[in-house]
């Protein structure tokens, strides 16, 4: 059986606002069910361990999905979210690929994260399927390719957009605009309507535009381990 690693934030400030957020419900649910679903055994992890934040605005009425709702039902999903493992116990060798869910609150832990960087380029490294959602490419801005050239490079990529940023007014509160470093970074970057479900894929490497694109991105991920 193939084994997904997920890597969550464990960070809940959304900079120095004193705000909380965290990572993103629906972006970790609908591929935790699509995932499952298909077979695949799933592996939770997050640089603290233990239960990783959820971003409150993510748990409001209007930001509930069908996965959203299966979780609230789900005892045994709940528990493994309650008891991730530390990041620092995980060996890539153990795992077949890895997803990062969104959220805001991996600009602040996850991109600057030494375990986290080393981890994506030893899964690329050996050409294992990365796969990111939302604000979640964002930890794609250290991690290098085996020729120390930035591992988005020359890559079609996604994530989430300047104007989305704009619309939810965080643009001056986040630490980098992710849009803006993709390109930066030499990805080929694009984009479709803000919210609209969005995901692309370049050989191993999976990014996916928006919560919305969640679904699409745990698809790609799924077909890639299967063929």
């Given at each position: 059986?193939?084994?997904?690693?997920?890597?969550?934030?464990?960070?809940?400030?959304?900079?120095?606002?004193?705000?909380?957020?965290?990572?993103?419900?629906?972006?970790?649910?609908?591929?935790?069910?699509?995932?499952?679903?298909?077979?695949?055994?799933?592996?939770?992890?997050?640089?603290?361990?233990?239960?990783?934040?959820?971003?409150?605005?993510?748990?409001?009425?209007?930001?509930?999905?069908?996965?959203?709702?299966?979780?609230?039902?789900?005892?045994?999903?709940?528990?493994?979210?309650?008891?991730?493992?530390?990041?620092?116990?995980?060996?890539?060798?153990?795992?077949?690929?890895?997803?990062?869910?969104?959220?805001?609150?991996?600009?602040?832990?996850?991109?600057?994260?030494?375990?986290?960087?080393?981890?994506?380029?030893?899964?690329?490294?050996?050409?294992?399927?990365?796969?990111?959602?939302?604000?979640?490419p964002a930890v794609l801005k250290h991690p290098k390719t085996t020729e120390g050239k930035p591992l988005v490079s020359g890559k079609k990529v996604t994530g989430f957009t300047n104007q989305e940023e704009e619309a939810v007014q965080l643009s001056k509160i986040v630490p980098f605009l992710l849009e803006d470093m993709l390109i930066e970074n030499g990805g080929v970057y694009s984009?479709?309507?803000?919210?609209?479900?969005?995901?692309?894929?370049?050989?191993?490497?999976?990014?996916?535009?928006?919560?919305?694109?969640?679904?699409?991105?745990?698809?790609?991920?799924?077909?890639?381990?299967?063929?």
């Amino acid at each position: 059986m193939k084994n997904i690693l997920f890597v969550i934030t464990s960070n809940d400030q959304l900079g120095d606002t004193g705000n909380k957020t965290g990572f993103w419900i629906e972006e970790f649910a609908a591929p935790y069910y699509n995932l499952k679903d298909a077979g695949f055994e799933l592996t939770l992890a997050s640089p603290k361990g233990g239960q990783p934040p959820i971003d409150p605005n993510s748990e409001t009425e209007d930001a509930q999905t069908e996965a959203t709702k299966r979780f609230d039902m789900d005892k045994e999903a709940q528990t493994l979210l309650a008891n991730t493992h530390k990041l620092n116990d995980i060996k890539e060798s153990d795992y077949d690929a890895v997803f990062y869910p969104g959220g805001h609150g991996v600009l602040w832990d996850l991109v600057e994260d030494r375990i986290s960087i080393k981890l994506i380029e030893a899964f690329n490294a050996n050409k294992k399927p990365v796969a990111f959602v939302c604000h979640a490419p964002a930890v794609l801005k250290h991690p290098k390719t085996t020729e120390g050239k930035p591992l988005v490079s020359g890559k079609k990529v996604t994530g989430f957009t300047n104007q989305e940023e704009e619309a939810v007014q965080l643009s001056k509160i986040v630490p980098f605009l992710l849009e803006d470093m993709l390109i930066e970074n030499g990805g080929v970057y694009s984009k479709i309507e803000d919210w609209k479900p969005y995901a692309v894929e370049d050989g191993n490497l999976i990014t996916g535009q928006n919560p919305a694109s969640s679904e699409k991105v745990a698809e790609l991920l799924a077909k890639q381990l299967i063929n």
